[in-house]
């Protein structure tokens, strides 16, 4: 019989300033401007409801836009978000003493593009004004900045101004103070790049990309049309150049802007390792992956069960990391035919059917990813775990914020040819045993 010895966690919350705001239910600003369909999920749980202006905010809140829609958030401190289409916020902390000037801002951006402008300064060191993303975590010191996530990495333009950027694992040392106009980029597991000198341009196709296209054009012109000259032109400008299927960059500058991809092949069945990869932040002490594989040869790898790679199920766990900030990977040698195999996340150290930690504020992380080596990884407390160096991401997945449940089913693949198919719904499962 295998045994897992688990310590249990205490978390001890303590607020150390006493704030007029102190209770995590006040409210910290309003939505001031809203286009297209936003909804906000109080509190990060379901249901959600439709926006409206000057809905009040909350720590806690999620903001949603969907595509050709946008919103603006007015903190109480005069400070301005602007969530772009697409996108997805949620205010994590929000504490603010406007007489003894001090502030703690936490804002969590799950996926899309903002623009932040922040018009008061208290304290620059460390900065109290921050904002992380799945790769990056950056604090204010400026006052106008934008962040775009993509799969695997976060963009940085500063307008103005001084913005900290670094990346949101505290053992991946390295961190760049951005000035006026310039950019970093922050990519998985790597420190953020040298800054670069970003163009009046580019920050014009920023706003483009911001702007809600509602009625088939963006108030704001783009880069490619006033280089151009076709500021004036059709309404489908715009469109017929972001859907190139050949990369948008300006050579000249940091600016990438990532292409709609061209249509994807016929699939042909996987070959090679896949690994499985999941890590997770300081929100979660302990969470397990898991993978079942299909009917006709079923199997269930995770702790208890490590699998193998040489003999059935071709499948093995590398490491049961247990603490804050762990990471796991599964290794898949071969494939078995007869049905999917499903990767989950199940939260040990929170079982409860009810809790929204694991998608709200455990950090959770999900990648597959083909090729590449496993390597030992240990996070800034001291928590050892595994992760992948190399390869190539097929998929990169955070869970949608407010559900409530232990288990996380993030993703299924076929192995007859190789998709990935994205599931990302939280679930409950009765004990490690009964993840399926």
């Known amino acids: 019989m295998n045994f897992k010895y688990r310590r249990t966690l205490i978390l001890i919350l303590f607020v150390g300033l006493v704030l007029p705001l102190g209770a995590q239910a006040a409210v910290v600003g309003h939505l001031t401007q809203l286009e297209g369909r936003v909804d906000l999920l109080k509190a990060g749980k379901l249901p959600a409801v439709s926006a409206k202006i000057q809905d009040p905010v909350e720590p806690g809140d999620v903001i949603r836009t969907k595509s050709v829609s946008k919103a603006q958030v007015k903190f109480l401190d005069d400070s301005l978000l602007t969530i772009g289409p697409s996108s997805r916020v949620a205010i994590e902390e929000y504490l603010l003493d406007m007489q003894k000037k001090e502030r703690r801002a936490v804002l969590q951006v799950f996926q899309g593009l903002i623009h932040a402008v922040v018009n008061q300064i208290f304290k620059t060191d460390p900065p109290d004004f921050v904002l992380k993303t799945h790769t990056a975590v950056i604090g204010v010191r400026g006052t106008e900045w934008y962040a775009q996530l993509i799969p695997a990495a976060t963009d940085v333009y500063n307008k103005m101004g001084e913005t900290e950027v670094r990346n949101v694992y505290p053992e991946i040392k390295g961190k760049v103070i951005l000035k006026d106009m310039e950019h970093t980029r922050v990519s998985f597991d790597l420190p953020p790049t040298l800054p670069?000198?970003?163009?009046?341009?580019?920050?014009?196709?920023?706003?483009?990309?911001?702007?809600?296209?509602?009625?088939?054009?963006?108030?704001?012109?783009?880069?490619?049309?006033?280089?151009?000259?076709?500021?004036?032109?059709?309404?489908?400008?715009?469109?017929?150049?972001?859907?190139?299927?050949?990369?948008?960059?300006?050579?000249?500058?940091?600016?990438?802007?990532?292409?709609?991809?061209?249509?994807?092949?016929?699939?042909?069945?996987?070959?090679?390792?896949?690994?499985?990869?999941?890590?997770?932040?300081?929100?979660?002490?302990?969470?397990?992956?898991?993978?079942?594989?299909?009917?006709?040869?079923?199997?269930?790898?995770?702790?208890?069960?490590?699998?193998?790679?040489?003999e059935q199920p071709y499948s093995l766990l590398q490491m049961d990391s247990i603490g804050t900030g762990g990471s796991e990977v599964i290794t898949i040698n071969q494939f078995n035919q007869g049905g999917v195999y499903r990767a989950s996340v199940y939260n040990y150290s929170d079982q409860s059917f009810t809790s929204t930690n694991l998608s709200s504020s455990s950090g959770v992380s999900l990648q597959v990813i083909r090729g590449g080596t496993v390597v030992e990884r240990q996070s800034s407390s001291g928590t050892t775990g595994s992760i992948v160096n190399g390869g190539t991401t097929v998929t990169n997945l955070t869970p949608t914020a407010g559900q409530a449940g232990n288990t996380w089913r993030a993703v299924e693949i076929n192995p007859a040819n190789g998709q990935v198919n994205p599931v990302n719904q939280i679930l409950n499962s009765n004990g490690s045993s009964n993840v399926e």
Do not use: C
């Not at 489908?236 to 000249?252: D, G, H, I, R, Y």
């Open 196 to 310: 670069l000198s970003i163009h009046p341009e580019d920050l014009l196709l920023m706003q483009n990309l911001l702007a809600a296209k509602v009625g088939g054009r963006s108030e704001a012109a783009s880069a490619s049309e006033v280089k151009n000259g076709l500021a004036q032109g059709t309404p489908n400008v715009v469109a017929q150049q972001m859907v190139q299927t050949n990369p948008l960059e300006n050579m000249a500058s940091a600016l990438y802007i990532p292409p709609t991809p061209a249509p994807t092949p016929t699939p042909s069945p996987p070959t090679g390792l896949f690994h499985i990869q999941t890590i997770w932040g300081s929100g979660a002490y302990d969470l397990d992956l898991h993978l079942t594989g299909p009917e006709a040869s079923r199997f269930h790898v995770y702790y208890a069960n490590p699998g193998s790679l040489t």
